[in-house]
């Protein structure tokens, strides 16, 4: 026994076997505890991303909810008796019935939109019109939202409303459905008109709407209203008792609170004040039994290997000393041949991997280039390893940045060449101009060079060499693509100065001049300038004509507002600027034509594709063109007739803060100043100034009451040019200063 204990190579091999148990018993424990940590942390954080564009799905609707009121308060006819006999005027009322129907179908989450009026049984919906008492009785019946329940409720004096959900049984063609729906309630504090107007709103439609499904499972939404009342909740449990005593945060802030086993995030809409909690679970359900039952798995493991090593030392020990011995060249056969090839077979192995390495060292310093040029800081201790990382790349003194933009001359043609061979193209050809150098691929076919340059080397010599470099490129090695770059100014070799170099350079692409065809830009002649030219009053032109699928007189202005600029000689990017403002324009009218949203998609991206990639303002132009044919084959169709009711005062409800000028919104409905003067008198009973007036005074006056806005500020905000002008208007139709009207409702 004491021989066996003594022999050294029993001991060793059990040692070395059990050390590496050892090692990865505790790399995989930490591995198992920081990888079941790191999930939560990143699902938590997919969550969070999710609840937020929840959030602005829910403000989205809410909005669309309360632009239908105002719009609706905005419709004609504030009585729907006949001027003649006192009867009801079955015309008025189809016709609102046409404009409810036409808005109600604007959301797919509302279930239906009732107008009724204070001496009138009769209620006009978006599918037909019925007595107030049969429609709570016969279609939605509920023990507590009767016809009397809402008469009392809207003879007082109530702010806008989201009331919870109740379920209701809604009447359909053979039976009755059981439907939980939620009600909106327009305010009445501050009449715009006497019109009364119930929306009821499907619950489950809206949880469809702002997709519900994308938060983690177990997380739940919690939405109050302004005055912290549960109005949905897609938690079966809705205890906040407690909860909301112990955070505290204000509209500028988000908070959160951590109760029991779960978390609570809130934040605040910027649209209506309500207040949406994220419940979420504090950790994974069952976490600890998981962790226990781990750990039990990997002490039997650990127990097993420990028992098999014993087993292993005895028997290798002999092996493995003639494994040694043949190593060492002390003997031959069958044994040493077979470890000879092994030998071979792991020193290929160790050359693929230097050549792994290689490359991985080439993305490692890519990766680190990016960072040193990111707009962001980071941590000091970041900066110290990307300045290890930097002091072998340029030998020289002094550098230049070089970006090269690359775009291929077919647009069809599919990519014939890799990025990384792409790369080592561009590297062999500048290390004919410039020795030291490191070329690393940026994004987007654009390729980034850092150059070394000696203190008496001869920078516009530099430039010529790149010019023709970029000339040949095109003709040799890159057929098929255009190639241009940017020099940025000379830094010295500095670590803060990579940025600077990165900025100047892109610089020099952007703010190139749209006439200047030399595919080398200097960063250092930059010649900043604002002379643009944007025609409001034609690029209005050139949206109508979109709805009219006139194309020759849209090219023709898409070819002068383009070719005026051209001949300013302004930057690229602000002619791309142009053309992409433009473009959004004309597709205002393409969206009800077109069908399908996902050819619009793709027509859009490929337009702001070759916008960006455009080197010269004609193959902007031609894109712009392009375009126009698209959008207007597909407007040709398109129903023109907007001079009715409904479209007049949702678009004036929408655009009351511009300045509406008679001969706009004329424009606009395609008729006359003079016609349309005489047909807005007829039908809203009221001249269109007047109208105007009051849809920005009763927006003024709401601003005035709930929000801290100067008078000025509100005043710019509902459309009126200067605050003199908004407070003369206001005291002329209200009789009251605006800053006394503020006053009295503070001091209610």
């Known amino acids: 026994?004491?021989?066996?204990?003594?022999?050294?190579?029993?001991?060793?091999?059990?040692?070395?076997?059990?050390?590496?148990?050892?090692?990865?018993?505790?790399?995989?424990?930490?591995?198992?505890?920081?990888?079941?940590?790191?999930?939560?942390?990143?699902?938590?954080?997919?969550?969070?991303?999710?609840?937020?564009?929840?959030?602005?799905?829910?403000?989205?609707?809410?909005?669309?909810?309360?632009?239908?009121?105002?719009?609706?308060?905005?419709?004609?006819?504030?009585?729907?008796?006949?001027?003649?006999?006192?009867?009801?005027?079955?015309?008025?009322?189809?016709?609102?019935?046409?404009?409810?129907?036409?808005?109600?179908?604007?959301?797919?989450?509302?279930?239906?939109?009732?107008?009724?009026?204070?001496?009138?049984?009769?209620?006009?919906?978006?599918?037909?019109?019925?007595?107030?008492?049969?429609?709570?009785?016969?279609?939605?019946?509920?023990?507590?939202?009767?016809?009397?329940?809402?008469?009392?409720?809207?003879?007082?004096?109530?702010?806008?409303k989201l009331m919870p959900g109740q379920y209701f049984k809604v009447a359909t063609n053979s039976s009755w459905q059981r439907k939980k729906l939620m009600v909106a309630v327009g305010g009445n504090k501050i009449r715009i008109s006497?019109?009364?107007?119930?929306?009821?709103?499907?619950?489950?439609?809206?949880?469809?709407?702002?997709?519900?499904?994308?938060?983690?499972?177990?997380?739940?939404?919690?939405?109050?209203?302004?005055?912290?009342?549960?109005?949905?909740?897609?938690?079966?449990?809705?205890?906040?008792?407690?909860?909301?005593?112990?955070?505290?945060?204000?509209?500028?802030?988000?908070?959160?609170?951590?109760?029991?086993?779960?978390?609570?995030?809130?934040?605040?809409?910027?649209?209506?004040?309500?207040?949406?909690?994220?419940?979420?679970?504090?950790?994974?359900?069952?976490?600890?039994?998981?962790?226990?039952?781990n750990e039990m798995i990997m002490m039997s493991a650990i127990i097993c290997a420990v028992l098999l090593s014993v087993l292993l030392s005895i028997y290798l020990n002999r092996p493995v000393k003639k494994i040694i011995r043949q190593l060492g060249g002390t003997s031959r056969g069958?044994?040493?041949?077979?470890?000879l090839s092994g030998v071979v077979k792991m020193q290929m192995e160790i050359d693929t991997t230097k050549e792994q390495l290689k490359q991985a060292e080439s993305e490692a310093r890519r990766s680190v280039f990016l960072q040193a040029v990111d707009e962001h800081a980071y941590s000091g201790d970041q900066d110290l390893l990307l300045q290890g990382d930097y002091s072998e790349m340029i030998c020289s003194k002094y550098f230049v940045l070089t970006m090269l933009h690359l775009n291929q001359k077919s647009k069809d043609q599919t990519p014939s060449m890799a990025v990384e061979r792409i790369t080592e193209v561009l590297d062999a050809a500048l290390r004919r101009v410039?020795?030291?150098?490191?070329?690393?691929?940026?994004?987007?076919?654009?390729?980034?060079?850092?150059?070394?340059?000696?203190?008496?080397?001869?920078?516009?010599?530099?430039?010529?060499?790149?010019?023709?470099?970029?000339?040949?490129?095109?003709?040799?090695?890159?057929?098929?693509?255009?190639?241009?770059?940017?020099?940025?100014?000379?830094?010295?070799?500095?670590?803060?100065?990579?940025?600077?170099?990165?900025?100047?350079?892109?610089?020099?692409?952007?703010?190139?001049?749209?006439?200047?065809?030399?595919?080398?830009?200097?960063?250092?002649?930059?010649?900043?300038g604002w002379s643009l030219y944007f025609p409001f009053d034609k690029i209005e032109k050139l949206s109508n004509y979109m709805s009219n699928g006139r194309l020759q007189e849209a090219k023709e202005i898409i070819s002068e507002t383009l070719g005026e600029n051209a001949n300013r000689n302004v930057h690229h990017h602000q002619l791309a600027h142009i053309a992409k403002t433009m473009f959004l324009y004309m597709l205002r009218h393409a969206r009800m034509s077109a069908g399908a949203d996902d050819e619009l998609y793709k027509l859009e991206q490929q337009f702001l594709q070759r916008i960006d990639y455009a080197h010269d303002y004609l193959e902007i132009e031609n894109a712009l063109i392009e375009a126009a044919k698209y959008i207007a084959k597909h407007s040709k169709s398109e129903d023109t007739n907007r001079l009715n009711p409904s479209f007049i005062s949702q678009y004036i409800e929408l655009h009351y803060m511009e300045n509406l000028y008679l001969d706009h919104i004329a424009e606009v409905v395609e008729t006359s100043p003079k016609y349309f003067s005489s047909y807005f008198k007829k039908t809203f009973g009221v001249n269109y100034v007047e109208y105007l007036n009051k849809v920005r005074l009763s927006h003024a006056r709401e601003l005035l009451k709930d929000s801290s806005l100067t008078i000025g500020e509100i005043g710019e905000k509902t459309g009126y040019l200067n605050s003199s002008t908004f407070t003369t208007t206001f005291k002329k139709y209200y009789g009251i200063s605006p800053s006394e009207y503020r006053k009295q409702n503070l001091n209610e």
């Open 434 to 528: 410039s020795g030291d150098i490191q070329v690393f691929y940026d994004k987007n076919l654009h390729f980034v060079a850092l150059m070394g340059l000696e203190p008496s080397a001869d920078r516009a010599a530099l430039l010529k060499q790149m010019g023709r470099l970029c000339a040949s490129l095109e003709q040799e090695e890159l057929q098929g693509y255009s190639v241009w770059a940017s020099v940025s100014k000379p830094y010295k070799t500095e670590l803060r100065n990579y940025k600077l170099a990165y900025r100047s350079a892109m610089d020099g692409l952007l703010y190139r001049a749209v006439k200047d065809s030399s595919n080398v830009q200097d960063a250092e002649k930059i010649q900043f």
């Open 1 to 160: 026994m004491k021989r066996f204990f003594t022999n050294l190579g029993i001991v060793q091999i059990f040692c070395s076997l059990l050390l590496v148990i050892g090692i990865m018993y505790v790399s995989n424990y930490f591995v198992f505890k920081n990888s079941i940590s790191g999930i939560y942390e990143k699902v938590a954080q997919n969550n969070t991303l999710a609840v937020r564009t929840m959030i602005q799905s829910f403000d989205n609707s809410f909005r669309s909810v309360n632009n239908i009121i105002h719009t609706i308060h905005g419709l004609p006819y504030s009585s729907l008796e006949s001027e003649e006999d006192g009867r009801i005027d079955m015309g008025k009322v189809y016709t609102m019935q046409d404009s409810i129907a036409s808005l109600a179908s604007s959301a797919d989450f509302i279930e239906d939109v009732i107008v009724f009026y204070d001496d009138m049984d009769l209620a006009i919906t978006s599918i037909g019109t019925s007595s107030l008492s049969q429609l709570f009785e016969k279609k939605y019946k509920h023990d507590l939202y009767s016809e009397s329940y809402w008469r009392s409720y809207i003879r007082g004096k109530n702010s806008f």
């Open 334 to 339: 069958n044994d040493f041949r077979k470890i």
């Open 194 to 293: 006497n019109k009364n107007i119930i929306i009821l709103i499907d619950e489950a439609a809206l949880l469809k709407h702002v997709n519900q499904k994308q938060m983690m499972p177990g997380a739940s939404l919690i939405v109050l209203d302004q005055d912290r009342s549960v109005v949905l909740s897609t938690d079966a449990d809705t205890d906040l008792s407690g909860v909301l005593d112990e955070v505290y945060f204000n509209s500028s802030q988000e908070a959160s609170l951590k109760k029991e086993d779960y978390q609570y995030n809130f934040y605040k809409s910027d649209f209506n004040d309500f207040i949406y909690i994220n419940k979420v679970p504090y950790q994974f359900q069952n976490i600890d039994s998981v962790v226990e039952a």
